[in-house]
């Protein structure tokens, strides 16, 4: 009797902890944002201005909202990577420095992005998908 019984509780905390393993792994969707400043380096240093004025969408105001899928696990470690502004630099994004136009292809920034996709986090949209944007003159501030 006490053998049975000892089976039937392991089998029990087993059930248990596979039902647990697959709540945190079973899939969702979710949108998230993000605050972002393109600047020239990542580093939030005090006072660097800018290294780029949006243009296109005019009205744009740092925030990028993001539909997502993945884990439960997943999305709630991917809020925590994305909460906070984030600093992005140009030469992060590839475009290059000196003045001039160019378009930010956020969306496969963000698609791209391993601290998203080491959570196994999918990006489905990203709002806006690009920027356009003017850059200044390295160590010049844009919008004067």
Do not use: C
């Not at 006072?47 to 969408?57: F, I, K, Q, S, T």
Request: glycine share 10%; no cysteine.
């Amino acid at each position: 009797m006490w053998e049975r019984l000892k089976v039937i509780g392991i089998v029990t905390l087993m059930t248990l902890l596979i039902w647990l393993w697959a709540e945190t792994e079973s899939l969702q969707t979710s949108q998230l944002a993000a605050r972002v400043r393109i600047q020239e380096t990542r580093s939030p240093l005090p006072g660097l201005p800018p290294a780029a004025e949006v243009v296109d969408p005019p009205e744009w105001n740092g925030l990028v909202k993001l539909t997502i899928g993945g884990s439960n696990a997943g999305i709630r470690g991917a809020q925590r990577d994305l909460d906070g502004e984030r600093f992005i630099s140009v030469t992060e994004l590839g475009i290059g420095i000196g003045p001039g136009e160019r378009v930010i292809d956020l969306a496969t920034y963000f698609r791209e992005l391993p601290a998203l996709a080491r959570r196994g986090i999918i990006v489905t949209s990203v709002d806006p998908p690009t920027l356009r944007v003017r850059m200044a003159a390295p160590g010049d501030p844009v919008g004067r």
